[in-house]
T-cell receptor, first 114, second 116 residues
Framework: AQKVTQAQTEISVVEKEDVTLDCVYETRDTTYYLFWYKQPPSGELVFLIRRNSFDEQNEISGRYSWNFQKSTSSFNFTITASQVVDSAVYFCALSEVATNKLIFGTGTLLAVQP | NAGVTQTPKFQVLKTGQSMTLQCAQDMNHEYMSWYRQDPGMGLRLIHYSVGAGITDQGEVPNGYNVSRSTTEDFPLRLLSAAPSQTSVYFC???????????????FGQGTRLTVV
């Protein structure tokens, strides 16, 4: 079955701390995509990154980095030197090519305190 | 480029009333879907469509109907609203999921629905 687990419901850090958001997924498909989305307090959903199942290379974009490990079915997201503007709910999602369904985890609320 | 447009943004319904949430996209995307977002439960898939004339159920389809007569539009119908359907609803569209390349979903701004 297709499933995404974000075990961390809420995380609170102080500005400039590093923080890692965990994402574990389950799938029977060999071809799939993993995503991270950000939902700031204004409510819209903002796409952050996409990874396909054939590309385990880690990615860095400014203060954001992602670690994809198929061996542990994890796709973790790290924010370095967090800022107040990073405060949001972050969702991890999985899309299987076989089913065409995009399934989300329950999200992690990140609060960055000044 | 408007992207994904949802209407209305806010709606209050009485129990038993019916209504349609509208969703339109102008990106010629094949894949469209509806989600509901409830506290602590993330976004749950209600219905989705992989192209005009084709729809399928997601995780929580009961109480909702959809149709996809055109590529652009994917309305969500509440047949007889219940308080349990109070939620924020998001519509999304994306290119065909099976293609390698740009496959991220684009979301509308959401509809906040309250059923009293």
């Amino acid at each position: 079955a297709q499933k995404v687990t974000q075990a961390q419901t809420e995380i609170s850090v102080v500005e400039k701390e590093d923080v890692t958001l965990d994402c574990v997924y389950e799938t029977r498909d060999t071809t799939y995509y993993l995503f991270w989305y950000k939902q700031p307090p204004s409510g819209e959903l903002v796409f952050l990154i996409r990874r396909n199942s054939f590309d385990e290379q880690n990615e860095i974009s400014g203060r954001y980095s992602w670690n994809f490990q198929k061996s542990t079915s994890s796709f973790n997201f790290t924010i370095t030197a967090s800022q107040v503007v990073d405060s949001a709910v972050y969702f991890c999602a999985l899309s299987e090519v076989a089913t065409n369904k995009l399934i989300f985890g329950t999200g992690t609320l990140l609060a960055v305190q000044p | 480029n408007a992207g994904v447009t949802q209407t209305p943004k806010f709606q209050v319904l009485k129990t038993g009333q019916s209504m349609t949430l509208q969703c339109a996209q102008d990106m010629n995307h094949e894949y469209m879907s509806w989600y509901r977002q409830d506290p602590g439960m993330g976004l749950r898939l209600i219905h989705y469509s992989v192209g005009a004339g084709i729809t399928d159920q997601g995780e929580v389809p009961n109480g909702y109907n959809v149709s996809r007569s055109t590529t652009e539009d994917f309305p969500l119908r509440l047949l007889s609203a219940a308080p349990s359907q109070t939620s924020v609803y998001f519509c999304a569209s994306s290119p065909r999921q099976g293609a390698l390349g740009d496959t991220e979903a684009f979301f509308g701004q959401g509809t906040r629905l309250t059923v009293v």
